[in-house]
């Protein structure tokens, strides 16, 4: 059994409804759209925006599908970032270059948003991407973050002095111009306000949200992303001997509890967002 998904937005997602309006199935799935089946290939459509595809033929099921919504691509330069909503690790900036002779090798790895894919598989694909595919990588430490939010800087503007950085070191390597397709974080006056002190901004930029279902190059770009912030969020892990958790939940709360109470308040600043609440409202006390 072969898997295969993609994003799409709300207007395509409507025409793959009428494209299998005459073969769907019963499902009860109240996340789904629909339930086809086609060719021998079941295809469920999620109302959020996520296309599977399942079955031992699905190769000629996803050519239908991209013809009919018109998803030949191009090459195109995407980026992405990862690591902002994480109490522990850097945040991970990563463009990537992408042209339509490594779609096949793409495909061949189920590439989609690196928050759909899982850790294991992240780190296994991550890797070979890097390898492969032409992109710049760019790993904002705590220790650097931290430095930032101290002299007022947010987030937003890291990410877009990151962002610009990148997208200008990667274009470097095409030696031509291409289409630059952006995960839109902020509104495109926001992020060029924040690069007005910069020497060198790139400005030719398609903002979108949702980016990774408009080019793949956006999909690759956080999947390296993620991969590097795994194996940086892993190097902490063992210089604090204690498997640091991701996100911001209630669980990085009692680990930051377990830090300080070991006596290891000093190491934060190394390995976590300062500014975060998390942080924050435990050392109010």
């Given at each position: ?22 073969h769907?199935?019963?499902?009860k ?13 079941h ?51 990563c ?63 890291m ?13 470097s ?6 289409p ?106």
């Amino acid at each position: 059994m072969k898997y295969y998904s993609m994003s799409v937005n709300e207007t395509q997602l409507g025409k793959l409804n009428k494209l299998y309006v005459n073969h769907l199935l019963e499902d009860k799935n109240p996340y789904l759209l629909f339930h086809a089946k086609h060719l021998e290939t079941h295809i469920l459509a999620y109302k959020s925006g996520k296309v599977l595809l399942q079955g031992n033929r699905i190769d000629k099921e996803i050519i239908l599908i991209k013809k009919h919504l018109n998803l030949s691509y191009y090459e195109a330069v995407g980026s992405d970032e990862v690591g902002t909503g994480d109490v522990f690790g850097p945040v991970v900036v990563c463009a990537a270059f992408i042209d339509p002779s490594q779609i096949p090798f793409l495909e061949s790895l189920n590439i989609r948003d690196s928050k759909q894919i899982n850790d294991p598989t992240i780190l296994k694909i991550g890797k070979k991407l890097a390898q492969k595919i032409k992109h710049t990588l760019l790993i904002l430490s705590p220790l650097k973050y931290n430095e930032l939010s101290k002299k007022s800087i947010n987030l937003n503007k890291m990410k877009a002095l990151l962002h610009n950085q990148a997208i200008i070191k990667t274009l470097s390597k095409v030696n031509k111009s291409v289409p630059v397709i952006l995960d839109q974080f902020c509104q495109p006056n926001l992020y060029f306000n924040y690069l007005s002190s910069e020497t060198l901004v790139y400005r030719k930029i398609n903002f979108y949200t949702k980016a990774e279902s408009i080019h793949i190059s956006v999909a690759v770009a956080s999947i390296i992303a993620r991969y590097a912030f795994l194996i940086k969020l892993d190097e902490y892990s063992k210089k604090i001997k204690m498997t640091l958790k991701k996100g911001a939940s209630t669980l990085v709360d009692d680990q930051l509890k377990e830090l300080i109470q070991e006596g290891k308040l000093s190491n934060l600043p190394e390995i976590a967002k300062m500014n975060f609440k998390n942080v924050t409202k435990l050392l109010e006390f």
